[in-house]
């Protein structure tokens, strides 16, 4: 029996979770899988019950379970309380604490949605990028960082650093995963400034040497985020660091027409794994039933995948998804004349019924 830990969080989490489960209960009959589900408090929900964004009892299940399946955190609600008590704090505690250093980003268009593109569609149409970003080292972690009083004024700062073993783990992940798709990696640096990516660079072209069938390619992330909306099509898979992933992923997300499309996986050396969809909370939709739940669901497809090792299933799911975007329907943030608006709820029961019928 495998054990999925479900953490819901905030705003919208609750809703687009929901749905994610109401296909994996599909699944379930399908493919008689056999998963335990258990559910926890994380970000503003658990400070608001427990004053702490990552309560230690959640934490404990984190670590007993084989997957975890998030939705998401924060909101203006909790803009003002103690920075470390902050929900965003809650998440970053819970990768570095599980060893969650590879955060898999894919950007898929489906053909579907190829009008709902800010792009032109034969600028994204066939688009099939992976970004792999290292996620507990860099400039996010590093020390010291904090904010004090020099010379009469405040002054903020944070360390850029990352350790010649981190850099080794998530370039043969990006090379791994190039190796099952176009054996083509783009690694993004700013070596022309930032030492710790020149440094980066070098272990990366090392690395690769492992790799000869792998096409290897460097990009200073100034001109990677110019040809990410110039000519997306030329990536296969880009790895880079924390904030530089951080920043192009997101943008990556446009391109698909609705970063509500895009599911993100966040492993650990044994594939042991955390998944969510890339957007936020959206707080603004919460309770509205408006807000797209196909990233869960798509990254509940990456938690089969990865974390359970069923293919099949993932597929299986991958696969109701496109059949539910070929009726037409569409939440709001995916709409265009010619289709059916649905709710969330709606898009969530359509998935599931797809899957149910293969």
């Not at 209960?25 to 658990?46: H, I, K, M, P, T």
């Not at 898929?108 to 994204?124: H, M, N, R, T």
């Not at 970004?131 to 009083?149: A, D, H, M, N, S």
């Not at 360390?159 to 998530?170: D, H, Q």
Request: aromatic share 6%; net charge negative.
């Amino acid at each position: 029996m495998s054990s999925i830990l479900v953490l819901p969080g905030d705003g919208i989490g609750p809703e687009i979770v929901e749905q994610a489960l109401r296909v994996l209960s599909a699944a379930e009959q399908r493919f008689d899988l056999n998963v335990e589900l258990d559910q926890a408090l994380v970000g503003g929900a658990a400070y608001d019950a427990e004053g702490d964004p990552l309560p230690e009892s959640t934490l404990a299940k984190a670590r007993a379970a084989d997957a975890i399946l998030f939705g998401a955190i924060g909101g203006p609600k909790w803009d003002t309380i103690e920075r470390d008590k902050r929900p965003e704090r809650g998440l970053l505690r819970l990768r570095s604490s599980l060893g969650l250093f590879a955060n898999l980003r894919p950007a898929i268009l489906f053909p579907q949605l190829a009008d709902a593109s800010s792009l032109k569609p034969e600028v994204v149409s066939g688009l099939d990028i992976l970004i792999v970003r290292e996620l507990t080292g860099g400039i996010y972690f590093g020390q010291p960082r904090g904010i004090k009083e020099e010379n009469g004024e405040r002054v903020g700062f944070n360390t850029y650093v990352y350790s010649e073993s981190e850099m080794k783990r998530i370039a043969r992940v990006a090379f791994d995963l190039a190796m099952q798709r176009g054996k083509r990696v783009c690694s993004v640096d700013k070596a022309n400034v930032l030492e710790v990516t020149e440094l980066w660079k070098e272990v990366v072209t090392e690395e690769a040497k492992a790799y000869p069938e792998i096409e290897l390619s460097h990009m200073y992330v100034d001109n990677a985020a110019m040809q990410l909306v110039r000519a997306p099509k030329q990536f296969d898979v880009i790895v880079t660091g924390n904030l530089f992933g951080d920043i192009l992923s997101d943008e990556a997300a446009m391109l698909t027409g609705s970063i509500g499309m895009l599911p993100s996986a966040s492993l650990d050396e044994n594939r042991k794994g955390l998944y969510e969809p890339c957007h936020g909370s959206a707080p603004d939709i919460a309770g509205q039933g408006i807000a797209n739940p196909l990233a869960t669901i798509m990254s509940l497809a990456m938690l089969m995948r990865y974390s359970l090792q069923r293919g099949d299933v993932a597929d299986a799911i991958e696969s109701a998804v496109e059949k539910v975007l070929d009726q037409g329907l569409r939440t709001a943030d995916i709409y265009t004349e010619g289709t059916r608006k649905v709710s969330t709820g709606e898009m969530g029961a359509a998935v599931a019924e797809a899957l149910s019928h293969g």
